[in-house]
């Protein structure tokens, strides 16, 4: 393909793109094909020569887009959003013409800085203590990674090293050996925690490093959160069994139903744990920047609850322990949601709970209008993530990373090259603006409330378990008495649940996904998507009414 005809198969591209989210609503929502579909219809070797572009696209309706599940329709309410937007496209179209390997800020210095910008900007604007950002106090800072599990994973593995590199003594004050089986003996006894609730990916990020996992307790009496005694209470068991805690997902948004972790009483109860830990050698260098800097945003935002007493400035350098658990904030999903002050208010413990921790993650393609993937970790201190990952290769070398100028991301990831996702990121902030995300965020959640609201009314066939929030509501069928087959309420409801979740999905119109939460079979409906309108919402809703008190008749 040459220039001239890339610029006419460009620009009829995005024709077409344009076409295909304009007629979106005329697809079924989950595709409807047969798993093995497109090995019946695509030769079983490339072609030997090269075949024009004509050809080429015409298979993108009739072969690709049969085979394609619309996570963009407006009638889809299933996991969680993933939405594409012009301002995001137009980055990834850049992103592909400007693509590198940029792993090193010299590979392109735009790469590097624009990302930084960005994630201090998104910071800001999440209202994260100034810990976070690159000029704050701690030498915190931001790096763009490819989903949740890799940040989860990335962060632990500088959590496991910071826990070591204070905990043993130092490689060289005992010989080789003996350093060797104390490393090895701490490794045994290192364990990661997490609520019951929480995303799958720490366990795997455990698993990956090797390392034991445990699972704090939830019940729907915290809505599914994390609470303080109960984490006191497995932290008790690895006291009695000799574990050794070094790292804690707190979620602000599970998967299931969006639940939020007792940021405030994470915080009192490590506090409590680490009290006779060693204090961590002051850092002259932050001290210095701590009394210089002043807040993340400027606002309030670390106002609201209580936190721990170390850390009761929350955009300065809090004093660490050495050997206190790493806190890694999971907020795939739900964090998009602090771009409005009132999700910032509504954080239990406050957003200053935050300060005492060491890494912040969210999803800008989940729910802050920015194509798959781009997702953002923060951390207090990128110095542990350097010590973790900073791999060394002479042909890496040059004049700005030896005289420790600049930024090299590769140090801050687990693989090396690495793609220019900020300029995405970058043109969504600018063309959607705070407002515009915030006017976004809050549809989403309008519409949520409206949907549960017309539940309430219907008490005699739905219960809501759980929300609505963050734009997710979790329902199912009532079983009132039983059926009269011998079935008790709770059997029945969740037939019943399961069959709606069934019929409504098998309908093509609409998508909703399902969990199970205490036994209970319930379905999440979500109403973030993009293109989603209340309008939408009102039809779904009448499908499931309908669908539902057929159910009821026939059960
Ligand atoms: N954390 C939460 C709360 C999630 O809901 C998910 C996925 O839905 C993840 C992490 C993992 O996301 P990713 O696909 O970015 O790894």
Request: hydrophobic share 40%.
């Amino acid at each position: 393909m040459d220039s001239q005809e890339f610029r006419e198969a460009a620009k009829a591209s995005i024709d077409h793109i344009v076409d295909y989210y304009e007629n979106i609503e005329s697809h079924s929502v989950v595709s409807q094909v047969e798993p093995g579909y497109l090995r019946q219809v695509l030769p079983s070797s490339a072609p030997q020569d090269g075949e024009s572009w004509d050809l080429i696209r015409r298979d993108i309706d009739t072969k690709i887009v049969p085979g394609l599940t619309h996570w963009q329709s407006p009638n889809f309410f299933a996991f969680f959003p993933c939405p594409a937007t012009y301002p995001s496209i137009l980055g990834e179209l850049y992103s592909a013409a400007f693509t590198g390997a940029c792993f090193n800020w010299i590979c392109s210095p735009a790469v590097t800085e624009l990302e930084t910008i960005v994630l201090d900007w998104l910071a800001q604007l999440l209202g994260l203590p100034a810990t976070y950002l690159s000029s704050g106090p701690t030498r915190g800072g931001g790096v763009m990674q490819g989903t949740a599990s890799e940040a989860v994973l990335t962060a632990m593995v500088a959590a496991r090293d910071k826990y070591l590199a204070e905990t043993l003594p130092s490689p060289g004050s005992v010989d080789e050996e003996e350093y060797e089986e104390l490393l090895m003996h701490q490794r045994s006894k290192l364990v990661a925690l997490g609520s019951a609730a929480c995303h799958s990916s720490t366990k795997k990020a455990a698993k990956i490093l090797g390392v034991r996992y445990l699972a704090v307790p939830t019940s729907s009496k915290a809505g599914f959160a994390m609470t303080g005694p109960a984490l006191q209470g497995v932290l008790q068991t690895c006291k009695a069994k000799g574990l050794k805690p070094f790292f804690l997902t707190a979620a602000l948004g599970t998967t299931d139903t969006c639940a939020v972790d007792d940021m405030g009483a994470i915080g009192h109860v490590l506090e409590q744990w680490s009290a006779d830990f060693p204090v961590a050698a002051v850092d002259a260098a932050a001290a210095a920047a701590t009394a210089a800097n002043g807040t993340a945003n400027g606002t309030a935002n670390g106002t609201n609850g209580d936190s721990n007493a170390r850390n009761s400035d929350v955009n300065s350098a809090p004093i660490r322990k050495k050997g206190e658990v790493w806190v890694h904030v999971d907020a795939a999903y739900a964090g998009s949601a602090l771009v409005t002050p009132e999700a910032q208010q509504a954080i239990p413990g406050g957003m200053r709970a935050f300060g005492a921790f060491y890494s912040f993650n969210m999803n800008m393609h989940k729910w802050l209008l920015t194509n798959f993937d781009a997702s953002c970790l923060w951390v207090t201190d990128r110095r542990w993530l350097e010590a973790a990952l900073s791999a060394e290769l002479h042909v890496y070398r040059n004049a700005y990373s030896d005289g420790g100028l600049v930024t090299d991301y590769r140090n801050w990831q687990i693989p090396l090259g690495r793609r220019f996702r900020s300029l995405k990121a970058w043109f969504v902030l600018r063309n959607y603006g705070v407002k515009g995300l915030q006017a976004y965020i809050r549809g989403g959640v309008a519409r949520c409330e409206a949907f549960a609201g017309w539940l309430r009314e219907k008490e005699d066939v739905f219960e809501i378990l759980t929300g609505p929030v963050y734009a997710l509501t979790v329902f199912r069928m009532v079983g009132g008495g039983g059926s009269k087959d011998g079935k008790d309420g709770e059997e029945l409801a969740n037939e019943r649940t399961k069959r709606l979740y069934e019929e409504v999905n098998a309908s093509g119109r609409i998508w909703v996904t399902s969990t199970v939460l205490e036994g209970k079979f319930a379905i999440r409906f979500m109403t973030a998507n993009r293109l989603t309108e209340e309008s939408h919402v009102r039809a779904a809703y009448e499908l499931i009414l309908e669908t539902a008190e057929r159910i009821m008749k026939e059960t």
